[in-house]
């Protein structure tokens, strides 16, 4: 009946939207939906956080000076257009699966009496009400808060209060939105054209945008300020200025704001004490550049406004060929031949993992951590923060002055990246590696989980840390010197040994094995990071001094070695056999997530 349809669209668009949250590895007792509507809440935080220090500049002022509010104006449109490009491009990263018709809403959905088209619709809206909640809470208070902050001391008419703010509003979705096509037309487009190999690149494609996003986010700020001066009058000669997309959406807020705060005048009866001679020439300086940077701000936004427009129809239209009928679930091609360990595998068989227990720890954790989207996106996350650390590390190294110790910023970022790459790993051992397979891992369990324990902590050191600390040792290896590079080298892993112990010493639930429950970690992550922040200073002020001579480092690498010895020791002695290890990881499952729905 037609009275009924747009009931069912409603349905199926709650339906949808319910399944972006949903997760079978998070047991019953967490709430995902209250997750959701806290990191909204977060979000609006933040943003109206940003909003209040960046409009401080605009009212904590004795003077008002309109060309030198809408220079620094400019310099916060970049800002704000960045931040909503990349978060938004992170939410469809973040909701990866969810952006498409999969084999389970093929499978339940499929069948019934329900016309295709209004399925596919319904998944649209879904992502619509996503993007736009989202940008509601990212872009809802500067959009009142930053104009007003910046036209607080000038007498500005109401209209063109509202202009500056529907410019602030227009130019931010638009770049979110851009943001979030853009990361929806690359998934679909590489799904038809990858065929039967979607499936095997789908996820290392997650993670590495995971981490190129996470990574320019963190290091946004190195990059803004000076837009108007700078950047706005070289777009139409340098061509790193004009193939950016925020500037492309810049220039379209610039055009929608047009003058309004330049071109303000102070009234006489309003007027404070003329200015002085030096904040005069301030003022009329930044009105020239104004004025200067206006001349290419028109191509600037039509190029943002026909970008949007094509990677929306791009990524629209790909998305409707791909559900355009149902299709069989895509498998990657088999390989032929009988799967043999490698030699990789067969080394470590015969030294880091020898017995049963410890192997099946050890490949477990490493099959987890690559295969896991969860567990992926855990490390990506945490890999990506590390990096941004250590590329200010490193410039921090380049700009300090010769001397005979190694700089302190490139010894700490080694410390730095090491406790990012930790809290990804204590992230991804807190989730299971799959709920309803735990009966499994009970048939063949040994009653002692010491040997699993420790395949886990070589798989993390062996698999994991190694090979983030080798790539950091190619590339400190110019600053500090092969002798030098190498000492810090083994500094680096034993200080990742010693973590590694230090962690698995305390009370901890069986890594990949226990069911998630959400907890209040993320209220301590501020005090985790400047714990970080302190040690890794300390540390490298200690690494620097013992770097200068042999015996200096081969006394640190004995402290270290004992202190791993002993941690060890402790471990073996507390990691004894316990009744309640199986209820560990045999929670009580709901019906839905037992029948894999």
């Not at 709430?31 to 997750?35: C, F, G, M, T, V």
């Not at 509010?69 to 400019?74: C, L, S």
């Not at 809403?105 to 329900?114: K, R, S, T």
């Given at each position: ?17 319910t399944?972006?949250f949903?997760n ?5 007792q967490a ?5 959701a509507?806290?990191?909204l809440?977060?979000l ?18 004795p003077?008002?000076?309109p060309?030198l ?6 310099d ?6 960045t931040m ?20 389970r ?10 016309p ?8 649209l809206?879904a ?7 989202v940008?509601?809470?990212?872009n ?7 104009p007003?902050a910046a ?21 931010t979705?638009g770049?979110g939105a851009f ?10 487009v ?14 290392r494609?997650?993670a590495l ?17 000076r ?17 950016s997309?925020?500037?492309?959406f810049v ?11 330049v ?15 030096r904040?005069q020439r301030?003022e009329e300086?930044s009105?020239?550049?104004?004025r ?24 629209v239209?790909a ?19 009988v ?15 020898r017995?049963p227990d ?10 987890t ?18 990096l941004?650390?250590a ?14 110790a190694?700089?302190?910023a490139?010894?700490?970022?080694q410390?730095?990246?090491?406790a ?8 991804a051992?807190r989730?299971?590696a ?5 009966w ?6 040994p009653?002692?989980?010491?040997g699993?324990v ?10 994991v840390?190694?090979?983030v600390l080798?790539?950091?040792?190619l590339a ?8 030098r590079?190498i000492?810090?080298?083994?500094v ?14 305390a009370a ?7 069911s ?9 992550a ?12 300390a540390?490298?002020?200690i690494?620097?001094r ?8 081969l006394?640190l ?11 060890a020791?402790?471990?073996?002695r ?8 199986l209820?560990?990881f ?5 019906e ?6």
């Open positions: 009946m037609p009275s009924s349809s747009p009931p069912r669209a409603r349905l199926l668009t709650r339906h949808f939207l399944r972006l949903d079978d590895l998070v047991s019953p709430d995902a939906h209250k997750s509507s806290l990191g809440a977060g609006a935080t933040f943003a109206t956080f940003i909003a209040i220090i960046t409009g401080s500049k605009f009212i904590l002022t003077f008002v000076m060309a509010n809408a220079v620094g104006y400019v916060d449109a970049l800002l704000y257009v909503s490009m990349i978060l938004l491009a992170l939410v469809a990263v973040v909701a990866w699966d969810g952006l498409a018709l999969d084999a809403d093929e499978a339940i959905l499929g069948p019934l009496p329900i295709r088209a209004m399925i596919v619709s319904a998944k809206a992502m619509g009400v996503l993007a736009g909640a940008l509601l809470a990212l809802g208070p500067p959009t009142v808060l930053h007003g036209l607080a001391m000038l007498p500005v008419s109401v209209p063109g209060a509202f202009r500056l703010m529907a410019a602030h509003a227009i130019a979705i770049a943001g979030f096509c853009s990361i929806l037309a690359l998934r679909e590489a799904r038809t054209a990858l065929g039967g190999w979607w499936p095997a690149v789908s996820t494609l997650q945008l995971i981490v190129v996003l996470a990574t320019a986010f963190l290091l946004m700020p190195g990059w803004l300020g837009v108007a001066e700078q950047r706005l009058p070289a777009a139409a000669t340098d061509w790193r200025v004009a193939a997309p925020p500037m492309w220039g379209l807020h610039e055009v929608l704001a047009g003058t309004v705060i071109d303000l005048r102070v009234r006489p009866r309003l007027a404070r004490p003329p200015l002085p001679p904040f301030i300086r009105r020239a550049i104004h200067q940077s206006r001349a290419a701000i028109r191509p600037l936004a039509l190029v943002a406004v026909a970008a949007l427009v094509g990677v929306a129809a791009l990524a239209g998305f409707l060929w791909n559900a355009r009928r149902p299709a069989a679930r895509p498998r990657t091609p088999q390989r032929g031949g799967p043999r360990p490698s030699a990789l595998g067969r080394l470590v068989m015969a030294t880091v993992a017995a410890v192997r099946a720890g050890y490949f477990f954790a490493l099959r951590l690559a295969r896991s989207v969860p567990h992926r996106a855990a490390l990506a996350v945490a890999a990506a923060f590390g941004a650390l590329t200010i590390g490193f410039g921090r190294a380049m700009r300090a002055p010769p001397s005979t190694a700089p302190s490139l010894l700490g970022t410390t730095l990246l090491i990012c790459i930790l809290a990804g790993c204590e992230q051992m989730l299971p799959h709920l309803p397979a735990s499994s891992v009970q048939l063949a369990w009653a002692d989980p010491r699993y420790a395949g886990v902590k070589r798989a993390i050191a062996c698999g840390g190694l090979p080798l790539v950091l040792l400190q290896l110019p600053f500090l010197g092969v002798a590079g000492g810090h080298f083994a680096g892993l034993l200080i990742l040994l010693v973590a590694i112990e230090a962690r698995f010493a901890h639930p069986l890594p990949f094995l226990s998630y429950v959400a907890g209040g970690r993320a209220k301590l501020p005090l985790w990071f400047v714990a970080a922040i302190v040690g890794s200073e540390i490298a002020a690494e620097s013992a770097l200068l001579a042999v015996s200096g480092t006394v690498l004995g402290v270290l070695t004992a202190l791993w010895a002993a941690l020791w402790v471990g073996r507390t990691g004894a056999p316990r009744e309640d290890d209820d560990l045999q929670p009580q499952l709901d839905a997530t037992q029948l894999k729905l």
